[in-house]
């Protein structure tokens, strides 16, 4: 599976984006998640959504928690990040992956085979 993050940019604090993930094959039977990596930080979770034989179940990190929404088109084979109430702290290159984790390692990087090539956020305060 290949994966193609985009959507990504420069906006303001307080602004929203829409990132886009759109996957070569058929993702309704994986977890699809999004991972970011701050500028001189290592990569850490954002959010993930579960397969369909797990109801699409959505988890979040809790720094993004009422303000991102991930969510998917199974039929497009694609899934989303709304972003709203973007803050500095939100820059970050994002990834989008898949796999089939493990429901207590959904939020673990190695829990994921396929990944993006990452589409880049920038905030300004």
């Known amino acids: 599976v290949q994966l193609q993050a985009s959507g990504g940019g420069l906006v303001q604090a307080g602004d929203s984006l829409r990132l886009s993930c759109a996957a070569s094959?058929?993702?309704?039977?994986?977890?699809m998640a999004w991972f970011r990596q701050p500028p001189g930080k290592e990569r850490e979770f954002v959010a993930t959504s579960a397969r369909r034989s797990a109801s699409g179940i959505t988890s979040y990190a809790d720094g993004v928690k009422g303000r991102f929404t991930i969510s998917r088109d199974n039929a497009k084979n694609t899934v989303y990040l709304q972003m709203n109430s973007l803050k500095p702290e939100d820059t970050a290159v994002y990834y989008c992956?898949?796999?089939?984790?493990?429901?207590?390692?959904?939020?673990?990087?190695?829990?994921?085979?396929?990944w993006g090539q990452g589409t880049l956020v920038t905030v300004s305060s």
């Open positions: 992956a898949s796999g089939v984790p493990a429901l207590s390692a959904r939020s673990q990087m190695s829990a994921y085979r396929y």
């Open positions: 094959g058929r993702i309704a039977d994986y977890y």
